[in-house]
C-alpha cells in the first residue's frame, strides 16, 4: 500500500479552514485504511495523536509563517523522502519545489483569480503565485466542488483528469440538532438571553462574506415586522477579518436592535448556535465549498445564502437563496422570519440533505485522486 505523508504544518492555532478539514479528513482516511502519516508543528502532535493519526517524530518546523515556508522548500523533500514517503499531500495551496515525487495539493478556492479584491494586498499574489504553481507541478489538484474545478479549468486552463473534486463532510455526531442544554450554552456563549430570537451568521468577518450587506438586510427586515413582535438580535460568530465597510454598518444599527459579535466560539458550541437560530444567513459572494452552510443545515437550521460559485453546490433545493445585495437579503429575510413553516420545511430538507455529505466520502475522493498521482508519477518515471 503507498504511504501517504500529509503535511499539516500549516494549520493556524484556532482551527478554522484547513485546520477543520484536516482533522476530519485525515481519520477518514485511516478508516478507509489508507497509509497515512502527517507531519504537524510540535504544538499540534499530540492534538493529532487523540484523533488517531500517526506523526513524523522528532522533525522541528518552524512556527512563524516565513519560516515554515521556507522549511516547506527546503526541509520539508528531504523529511518525506526519509519516511519513505510514495506520495506527498500538501493539503494549502503550497508545495516544495524540490520534492519530485508524486504530489497532490488541495486548491480551496479560486478566488484570488476571480476576485482578488476580496483579499488582502499580500494575500493575493502569493496565493495565485502559489495556485499556478501547484496547477503546474502537482500530479493531482485536489479541490472541494465541482465550481472550484471549473473555475481552476476557464482560468488557469488545467486539465480535467488532473483534478479530483472531494466535496467537503459534516460530523453528523457533532454537527446535529441540538438539545435545550446545547441551545442555552450556546445563547449564553453568545451573549443572548434565554428566549430572545436571533438570526446567526458564522464566518470569518472578512469581505466575501458579505457581511455589511447583512447587517444593513437585518436593520431593514427587522422594520417591516408586526408592531409589537421584538426584533431578533444578529448573531456575528467567526474570527475578525479584515473587512473595512464592517464597523461603519455596525454603528449604523439603530437603538433597539441587538447585534452581538462574540467572535471566535469553540467548536463545541456551534451546533447550538446554528440549531437555534431562526435563520443561518450566510450571504457570501463566493465561497469554494461553503462548509458553515452544510454545518447549519446539519443542526436543523433554516438556511439563507447565495447562489454565488460553490454554495448552490451544497444548499441544493434544501435552503433559501438570495441575491446578495442589502434590498434583497431584506426581503429574503423578512419572508423567512414571517413563515415558520418554510423554516420548518427548509430545517427538514435540510437536514436530509446533509446526510449526502459525509468524511468518509470525502477520503475515498481523495484516495481517488491519490491514486491518479501516483498513476503520473509512475508514467513519468518518478517514485
Given at each position: 500500500?503507498?504511504?501517504?505523508?500529509?503535511?499539516?504544518?500549516?494549520?493556524?492555532?484556532?482551527?478554522?479552514?484547513?485546520?477543520?478539514?484536516?482533522?476530519n479528513l485525515l481519520p477518514a482516511l485511516?478508516?478507509?485504511?489508507?497509509?497515512?502519516?502527517?507531519?504537524?508543528?510540535?504544538?499540534?502532535?499530540?492534538?493529532?495523536?487523540?484523533?488517531?493519526?500517526?506523526?513524523?517524530?522528532?522533525?522541528?518546523?518552524?512556527?512563524?509563517?516565513?519560516?515554515?515556508?521556507?522549511?516547506?522548500?527546503?526541509?520539508?523533500?528531504?523529511?518525506?523522502?526519509?519516511?519513505?514517503?510514495?506520495?506527498?499531500?500538501?493539503?494549502?495551496?503550497?508545495?516544495?519545489?524540490?520534492?519530485?515525487?508524486?504530489?497532490?495539493?488541495?486548491?480551496?478556492?479560486?478566488?484570488?483569480?476571480?476576485?482578488?479584491?476580496?483579499?488582502?494586498?499580500?494575500?493575493?499574489?502569493?496565493?495565485?503565485?502559489?495556485?499556478r504553481l501547484a496547477a503546474r507541478r502537482?500530479?493531482?489538484?485536489?479541490?472541494?466542488?465541482?465550481?472550484?474545478?471549473?473555475?481552476?479549468?476557464?482560468?488557469?486552463?488545467?486539465?480535467?483528469?488532473?483534478?479530483?473534486?472531494?466535496?467537503?463532510g459534516v460530523d453528523t455526531g457533532l454537527?446535529?440538532?441540538?438539545?435545550?442544554?446545547?441551545?442555552?450554552?450556546?445563547?449564553?456563549?453568545?451573549?443572548?438571553?434565554?428566549?430572545?430570537?436571533?438570526?446567526?451568521?458564522?464566518?470569518?468577518?472578512?469581505?466575501?462574506?458579505?457581511?455589511?450587506?447583512?447587517?444593513?438586510?437585518?436593520?431593514?427586515?427587522?422594520?417591516?415586522?408586526?408592531?409589537?413582535?421584538?426584533?431578533?438580535?444578529?448573531?456575528?460568530?467567526?474570527?475578525?477579518?479584515?473587512?473595512?465597510?464592517?464597523?461603519?454598518?455596525?454603528?449604523?444599527?439603530?437603538?433597539?436592535?441587538?447585534?452581538?459579535?462574540?467572535?471566535?466560539?469553540?467548536?463545541?458550541?456551534?451546533?447550538?448556535?446554528?440549531?437555534?437560530?431562526?435563520?443561518?444567513?450566510?450571504?457570501?459572494?463566493?465561497?469554494?465549498?461553503?462548509?458553515?452552510?452544510?454545518?447549519?443545515?446539519?443542526?436543523?437550521?433554516?438556511?439563507?445564502?447565495?447562489?454565488?460559485?460553490?454554495?448552490?453546490?451544497?444548499?441544493?433545493?434544501?435552503?433559501?437563496?438570495?441575491?446578495?445585495?442589502?434590498?434583497?437579503?431584506?426581503?429574503?429575510?423578512?419572508?423567512?422570519?414571517?413563515?415558520?413553516?418554510?423554516?420548518?420545511?427548509?430545517?427538514?430538507?435540510?437536514?436530509?440533505?446533509?446526510?449526502?455529505?459525509?468524511?468518509?466520502?470525502?477520503?475515498?475522493?481523495?484516495?481517488?485522486?491519490?491514486?491518479?498521482?501516483?498513476?503520473?508519477?509512475?508514467?513519468?518515471?518518478?517514485?
Amino acid at each position: 500500500m503507498p504511504r501517504v505523508l500529509v503535511d499539516a504544518t500549516a494549520i493556524p492555532a484556532q482551527l478554522r479552514g484547513v485546520g477543520r478539514y484536516l482533522d476530519n479528513l485525515l481519520p477518514a482516511l485511516v478508516a478507509a485504511g489508507a497509509d497515512v502519516v502527517a507531519l504537524a508543528q510540535a504544538r499540534d502532535r499530540q492534538h493529532f495523536a487523540e484523533l488517531g493519526i500517526d506523526c513524523l517524530p522528532g522533525v522541528s518546523v518552524p512556527a512563524g509563517r516565513l519560516g515554515r515556508l521556507a522549511w516547506e522548500q527546503y526541509g520539508l523533500p528531504g523529511v518525506a523522502a526519509r519516511a519513505g514517503a510514495d506520495l506527498l499531500h500538501s493539503p494549502h495551496y503550497t508545495s516544495p519545489l524540490r520534492w519530485t515525487g508524486p504530489l497532490a495539493v488541495t486548491v480551496h478556492d479560486a478566488t484570488f483569480f476571480s476576485n482578488p479584491e476580496w483579499h488582502t494586498r499580500a494575500k493575493g499574489p502569493f496565493f495565485r503565485a502559489a495556485t499556478r504553481l501547484a496547477a503546474r507541478r502537482a500530479d493531482v489538484c485536489i479541490v472541494p466542488a465541482q465550481a472550484t474545478a471549473d473555475e481552476l479549468h476557464s482560468r488557469l486552463g488545467l486539465d480535467p483528469d488532473r483534478v479530483q473534486v472531494a466535496h467537503l463532510g459534516v460530523d453528523t455526531g457533532l454537527f446535529r440538532p441540538p438539545d435545550d442544554a446545547a441551545r442555552a450554552r450556546a445563547r449564553a456563549a453568545a451573549g443572548l438571553e434565554p428566549d430572545e430570537e436571533f438570526v446567526a451568521f458564522l464566518g470569518t468577518l472578512e469581505p466575501r462574506k458579505n457581511v455589511p450587506a447583512l447587517i444593513r438586510g437585518w436593520v431593514a427586515a427587522c422594520a417591516t415586522l408586526q408592531a409589537g413582535r421584538r426584533p431578533p438580535a444578529l448573531v456575528l460568530a467567526g474570527g475578525a477579518g479584515w473587512d473595512r465597510e464592517l464597523e461603519a454598518a455596525v454603528a449604523a444599527v439603530p437603538a433597539g436592535l441587538r447585534l452581538l459579535r462574540p467572535g471566535y466560539l469553540p467548536l463545541a458550541d456551534l451546533p447550538g448556535l446554528l440549531g437555534a437560530a431562526a435563520v443561518v444567513a450566510y450571504p457570501s459572494l463566493g465561497e469554494g465549498f461553503g462548509l458553515p452552510v452544510l454545518e447549519a443545515m446539519a443542526c436543523g437550521a433554516a438556511v439563507l445564502t447565495t447562489r454565488r460559485l460553490a454554495l448552490p453546490e451544497v444548499g441544493g433545493d434544501a435552503v433559501a437563496y438570495t441575491e446578495p445585495d442589502d434590498a434583497s437579503i431584506a426581503d429574503a429575510l423578512g419572508r423567512l422570519l414571517t413563515d415558520p413553516e418554510l423554516r420548518a420545511r427548509l430545517s427538514r430538507a435540510g437536514l436530509v440533505r446533509a446526510r449526502g455529505f459525509s468524511w468518509a466520502a470525502c477520503a475515498q475522493a481523495h484516495l481517488a485522486g491519490y491514486e491518479k498521482a501516483l498513476h503520473r508519477g509512475r508514467q513519468a518515471g518518478r517514485r
